[in-house]
């Protein structure tokens, strides 16, 4: 137990621990809905066994890193020994989720991250080194599996690669909030939940 606390985190052993829940509740078949860095489990899990997904539901899907995105993972593991990690998350927070409107999320964001230890922080940001050549692989593959994207037309970091990704997947559908920013749900939520529910209501 003590070196599985050590290790580092990866994103397949992340969604082993989600796959271990599922069997342990018993779930053969289960609609996924993931949220920002929550997609990439759900995909990774997708990827693990997709026999078990009946559709992917991908809010504030993350699947590229911008020069922007990029920038701001490697200034975060440079300074992640300078500057405590609640400056880290504040500025990261603010660089995804920038405009007035997106403060309620913003400041959700932050308020969770309080209850992150700093090596806990880290172990997270260590991902940073993985999360490339991960997207890179799930783009390169074509996802079978109904799928629907939920974006915030201000989500001026990963909307333009979604619009292209979907547009290139036949089972896959893109639905775009106006007015909205990363975090479609916390935005947005009864849209969001009213949009799941109609995605998957279709799939019965």
Sequence with gaps: MSDMIRRPYTFTDI???VIEVLDHL??????LVGISLGTIIAREIADLQPDRVSSLIMGGAVLQLDFRSNLLMRLGVAFKHILPYMILYRIIAWVILPRRNHKEARLLFVKEAKKLYQKEFLRWL?????LNTKLSDYRSKVLQIP???VMGEEDHLFLPTIKLISAEQRNSELVVFDK???VVNVEQPDRF?????????ARH
């Excluded at 018993?26 to 609609?31: A, G, S, Y």
């Excluded at 939940?193 to 209501?201: A, S, T, Y």
Aim: proline residues 0%; contains cysteine.
């Design 15 to 17: 969604s082993k621990d």
């Design 26 to 31: 018993e779930l053969k078949q289960t609609h």
């Design 126 to 130: 260590r991902l940073a080194g993985e």
């Design 147 to 149: 799928t629907l994207y």
């Design 180 to 182: 909205c920013g990363h």
């Design 193 to 201: 939940n009213q949009e799941c529910l109609r995605f998957i209501d």
